[in-house]
């Protein structure tokens, strides 16, 4: 019953998937956006020195890419989670809450299925990042994998959680947008931690607090084939805190929540 379930979700949210194929595209634009006309601009006056996880100068396409790979993510859970606001609007949540299976089963089903679409997103990001150059060890390939289903689960976790207390579709577009760029710009995914202690101690406070920048690190760190502890404590923390509460919360029906 548990792996019909499970089966059932994934299979749902796979063909929602291949049926809107702009999805995938939009997806893609913006990071591409960045790769190939922000940071082509920047790279000889942006590059890195020798720091964690480098083991040599980089150029600044090389800094950015997992910073973007992890906005893949960040965009498609928040977009999820959006959905789930749609479903429940529409009645369609209803249906699948009446099978027999337990609640928390049935929303991890859904966060793992969003993980595998994002998974498919940024390894199409990484192919067209080979277009400039941008090449990896086969192993930072493979080890960056179980890094996008943690950070996936725990931001698609948080986008359940926000959608839990929204009643409206457009409500929650227009909060998201107080999530997803803060999550992102103020993080270390564009630029190192160390630049932002240069320009603004504040900001530079911001930006270690961001718990997405301990996502972005625990990627970039992979993609390297190096482990940051810190960042993988606190991304599995988070992950464990943000899906106990939006299992708790979650309710068939709209929730009267502060952003009505």
Known sequence: MYWRCFVGVLTREMLKFWQQRTR?????????LWLFVFAAG??????????EPYESYILYEEYIVPGLAAMIVLFNSMQSSLSMVYDREMGSMKVLLLSPVPRPFLLGSKLIANTLVSAIQVYIFFAFALLLDVRLS??????ALPVIALLSLFLGSLGLLLANY???LENFAGVMNFVIFPLFFLSSALYPLWKMRE??????QICAFNPFSSGVELLRFALYEKLEHNALAVVLCLTA????????????????GRFS
């Open 24 to 32: 995938l595209l939009s997806a893609l634009v913006r990071p591409l």
């Open 42 to 51: 920047f790279r000889s006056a942006l590059g890195l020195s020798m720091t």
């Open 138 to 143: 086969a192993l930072g390939y493979v080890y």
């Open 166 to 168: 929204i009643k409206q």
């Open 199 to 204: 320009a603004n101690e504040w900001l530079f």
């Open 241 to 256: 805190i943000t899906f106990i509460f939006a299992v708790r919360s979650f309710r068939p029906k709209a929730s009267k």
